[in-house]
């Protein structure tokens, strides 16, 4: 009986692990496509002010903006090391949390959950 109480626990910590790493590494996990998707559909979709959330520049092609942040930020993200999820790094400079603390935490909640929801 000891022996089937060890094993199962043995399981399930191997399963958190393999559970953490998808968790962790989603900019291995998710493509571009997937999470530009799911910024969109964060931002308000259709009835968004501003489509994809892009503020920094003026653009007719918000989308291939958005693209290319999602592009250069895997560079960065794999460059440092802040120990943070690829989403989570993505949404502090997204939306840093220095300039909204609260939209900061929305966002990467919100984006994470599009991103479930669409698998």
Known sequence: ???KVFLLIIISILSSF???????????????EQ???AIY????GKK???????????TTNPKQV????IKNHRLR????SCKLDFIVCLGNRYCPPS??????????????WWLRKNE
């Open 18 to 32: 393999v559970l953490f790493s998808l968790y962790a590494y989603a900019e291995d996990y998710y493509s571009n």
């Open 35 to 37: 999470i530009a998707d």
């Open 66 to 69: 958005c693209l290319n942040t």
């Open 99 to 112: 300039v909204d603390f609260i939209g900061n935490k929305n966002w990467t909640k919100n984006v994470k």
């Open 48 to 58: 968004a002010r501003v489509l994809y959330g892009i503020l920094s520049i003026k």
């Open 77 to 80: 993200h794999k460059k440092h």
């Open 41 to 44: 559909k964060t931002e308000g």
């Open 1 to 3: 009986m000891r022996n």
